[in-house]
């Protein structure tokens, strides 16, 4: 079978650094994905990683191990707006995405 | 920026009634996809589609799934006799083959309650 584990929920406080772990077991591992969703709404691709290593975009960076079928994403000075679920994602090979279970960051002021 | 827009954003429906999502791609995209998250819980993959065909699909997608992309815009979904456990946000995506990063744009979705 294939399974991505997340935590379920994450708080942190306005300006802090939070990771967001994700684990995964999945036939056919082409890429790494993180994706932002608020309230519902569409998710919003955030960061990918086809390598091992960091991949750094702005205040979002996420790093993957193949070798050890993990992955996360950092957060760096947090801000109200970024209370939202995040997932990481396995992408496959007709492109299609596999994704994990969410993790509901809430930021407190 | 371009984007993927999805109608309706909201439908009821009874029970054993067909109905009809339909998603508008970004333009120059190749690969399109449905997805759906029941409330509260993980966005699933139901459908690939790729040439006017389908890719790839999942355990979900069966006999009373359909998908087509009747003209050069339009990607549809339809759903031959809903039944109550189909009732989920319904996502369409689209992809541009050799993107470096491989991004899926997601359209707002389509909110169906089935009753």
């Known amino acids: 079978g294939q399974s991505l584990e997340q935590p379920s929920e994450v708080t942190a406080v306005e300006g802090a650094i939070v990771q967001i772990n994700c684990t995964y077991q999945?036939?056919?591992?082409?890429?790494l994905s993180w994706y932002q969703q608020h309230d519902g709404g569409a998710p919003t691709f955030l960061s990918y990683n086809a390598l091992d290593g960091l991949e750094e975009t702005g205040r979002f960076s996420s790093f993957l191990s193949r070798s050890d079928s993990y992955g996360y994403l950092l957060l760096q000075e947090l801000q109200m707006k970024d209370s939202a679920s995040y997932f990481c994602a396995v992408k496959g090979a007709t492109n299609k995405l596999i994704f994990g279970t969410g993790t509901l960051l809430a930021v407190q002021p | 920026e371009p984007e993927v827009t999805q109608t309706p954003s909201h439908q009821v429906t009874q029970m054993g009634q067909e109905v009809i999502l339909r998603c508008v791609p970004i333009?120059?995209?190749?690969?399109f996809y449905w997805y759906r998250q029941i409330l509260g819980q993980k966005v699933e993959f139901l459908v690939s589609f790729y040439n006017n065909e389908i890719s790839e699909k999942s355990e979900i997608f069966d006999d009373q799934f359909s998908v087509e992309r009747p003209d050069g815009s339009n990607f549809t979904l339809k759903i031959r006799s809903t039944k109550l456990e189909d009732s989920a946000m319904y996502f369409c995506?689209?992809?541009?083959?050799?993107?470096?990063?491989?991004?899926?744009?997601f359209g707002p979705g389509t909110r169906l309650l089935v009753l």
């Open positions: 995506a689209s992809t541009k083959p050799g993107q470096i990063q491989e991004t899926q744009y």
């Open positions: 333009s120059n995209h190749l690969y």
């Open positions: 999945t036939s056919g591992f082409y890429g």
